[in-house]
């Protein structure tokens, strides 16, 4: 029995569906699915949101421009994210839409709440918009005439709109990041808000009357709820606050899982999720969320992948290619949380190579070739009746403690890496026991063990071991990998056990192994053919070097 450590929620983005996802949204996703997966596993009571964000101008004018209504649009492209999600075998257990009712009312009902305390007026609004990221901006605040966010031309805009007194909250902002450092990270994220504060925020427009795609404002038919307080809400919405129909229990998980313990957003959406959110929930008197983590950016060609820009990669095709578990693994494990990292097909490969084929797939085709060549597959707990007395002290002692003090120590230096969201160094502390193991069967020689007579003792000795640290393996990578891990557990004669974390710390748990030979996790790629098939397959342009096609 798994001990309880108490709550987790941790939401991603929800995401545009203005045209299907690309392996940027993917990355983020992925990375909230390896930390849900990894709490529930150590003992959380696990929420984990996604969903997709609906409304606004940008959708109508491509639904208006395809033809059809925004809603056929939307359920078109949100279908194929849900299709993603599950090829990715993402573990969300709610995904929201913003055009539900649960959602709808609920935001109408937040609008009423806010300007119930006084933080919302009526006003009119000119200045300069930009559509594509669907936000507001002073003349001030373009960059060489443009959106300073996108780089893309703005409109001028003027129109009679409701406004959030976000000017209000500037004082309690400032106080928020300063006293609360673990409020966002990284660093670098939090000082560029802080100098976003102190240069001065003006009063946030909260609703739109030039278009009608949106929810309608509560107190007046005309406007709609502009997106970042409908967008934001889902948050809370999903979890059945505010109340809308006063039935006992509505917002039983709201009160369980609020607040959140992680928002995991970009690090373009940072300014929203760490100014105009906690400024809504001030305004509601709500708790805040305890931590906004502000990831960086997956680069082709030196820049960040866009939709409407078209230097995309589509997840799947690499999925197709290599399977889930190899692109989740390159994802977690080439780049630095926090920092922009450069995506080529030739890093990917060599990436899956290196340490999947090379590293993984080899120490387990190994331990299990062995095991059933010299022993038919069963191994025994070193010392029990099938092969007589303990093996008594050897030369090669410290070698099998160094490799048992490995193996149990790295569960805890992986938890401690998962905390500070460090994907990378925690499969890098999973990969140095692998690669000892390796190194292990090299230094024991078990094909030079199984020639020599009287050496049956230590041969089951040396196969134990290695069975045992593939067993801990197997655990260690289940939050990324769960289909290699249950893979593994198959070939060691595990797959009816149950998975553990606290199993990880444990060496000479299991009493017999009877392994069977499967096939290799991860055939070793030939890099050069690869890049010709990925070209050839043109997901996003020409990855092998990095630059889109023209």
Not at 76 to 82: C, K, Q
Not at 138 to 158: F, I, N, S, Y
Not at 314 to 322: F, N, S, W
Not at 343 to 362: P, Q, S, Y
């Amino acid at each position: 029995m798994q001990k309880e450590r108490g709550k987790y929620y941790i939401t991603t983005p929800i995401y545009y569906p203005s045209a299907n996802l690309h392996i940027g949204h993917t990355y983020c996703t992925v990375m909230a699915d390896a930390m849900a997966r990894f709490k529930r596993l150590v003992g959380y009571d696990v929420m984990f949101l996604t969903g997709t964000d609906e409304h606004g101008q940008k959708i109508q004018k491509i639904a208006d421009e395809e033809g059809i209504s925004p809603k056929v649009h939307v359920d078109r492209i949100v279908e194929t994210i849900i299709r993603l999600w599950d090829t990715m075998e993402i573990s969300y257990d709610d995904f929201i839409r913003t055009t539900e009712d649960r959602h709808a009312l609920r935001v109408q009902e937040i609008f009423r709440k806010i300007n119930a305390n006084g933080d919302i007026y009526k006003g009119a609004y000119e200045g300069w918009y930009c559509t594509p990221c669907e936000s507001f901006w002073t003349d001030t605040q373009l960059v060489d005439g443009k959106c300073p966010d996108c780089g893309r031309p703005v409109e001028k805009a003027q129109e009679d709109a409701y406004f959030f007194r976000l000017s209000n909250y500037a004082d309690r902002l400032l106080e928020l990041f300063e006293t609360n450092p673990g409020f966002l990270e990284p660093e670098t994220r939090r000082n560029e808000m802080i100098q976003f504060v102190k240069q001065g925020l003006e009063d946030l427009c909260i609703s739109r009357s030039s278009f009608d795609w949106g929810i309608p404002v509560p107190i007046e038919e005309g406007q709609v709820i502009y997106v970042w307080l409908d967008a934001l809400s889902n948050y809370i919405t999903a979890l059945g606050y505010p109340t809308i129909d006063d039935v006992e229990g509505e917002d039983e998980k709201y009160r369980k899982y609020w607040p959140a313990d992680v928002h995991l957003v970009g690090k373009e959406i940072v300014r929203f999720h760490t100014i105009i959110w906690p400024a809504m929930l001030m305004s509601m008197k709500e708790p805040l969320p305890k931590k906004v983590l502000g990831h960086g950016w997956l680069l082709l060609g030196g820049g960040k992948m866009s939709k409407s820009v078209g230097n995309v990669v589509d997840p799947v095709t690499l999925i197709d290619q290599y399977g889930v578990d190899a692109l989740k693994y390159f994802l977690l494990r080439e780049y630095t949380f926090g920092q922009d990292g450069l995506f080529t097909n030739e890093v990917l490969l060599k990436r899956i190579n290196a340490d999947l084929a090379n590293d993984l797939g080899n120490l387990l085709s190994r331990t299990t070739g062995m095991a059933q060549k010299f022993q038919d597959g069963l191994l025994q707990k070193p010392g029990t009746a099938t092969f007589g007395v303990p093996v008594p002290a050897h030369d090669d002692m410290r070698i099998d403690e160094e490799l048992k003090d490995l193996a149990t120590s790295v569960a805890e230096r992986v938890e401690q890496n998962m905390d500070a969201f460090a994907f990378n160094y925690a499969l890098e502390e999973i990969w140095t026991l692998i690669r000892r193991s390796n190194k292990y069967i090299d230094e024991m020689a078990p094909w030079a063990l199984a020639k020599e007579d009287g050496q049956k003792d230590r041969l089951n000795q040396v196969l134990y071991h290695l069975a045992e640290t593939l067993r801990i393996v197997s655990i260690l990578i289940y939050p990324f990998m769960h289909y290699s891990s249950s893979e593994i557990r198959k070939q060691l004669g595990l797959e009816n056990t149950e998975i553990l974390w606290e199993n990880a710390e444990t060496f000479a748990l299991e009493s017999s192994y009877r392994l069977v030979k499967g096939e290799s996790l991860f055939p070793r790629l030939d890099i050069k053919e690869e890049l010709e098939r990925l070209a050839q397959l043109n997901p996003g342009g020409d990855l092998k070097k990095g630059r889109q096609r023209t």
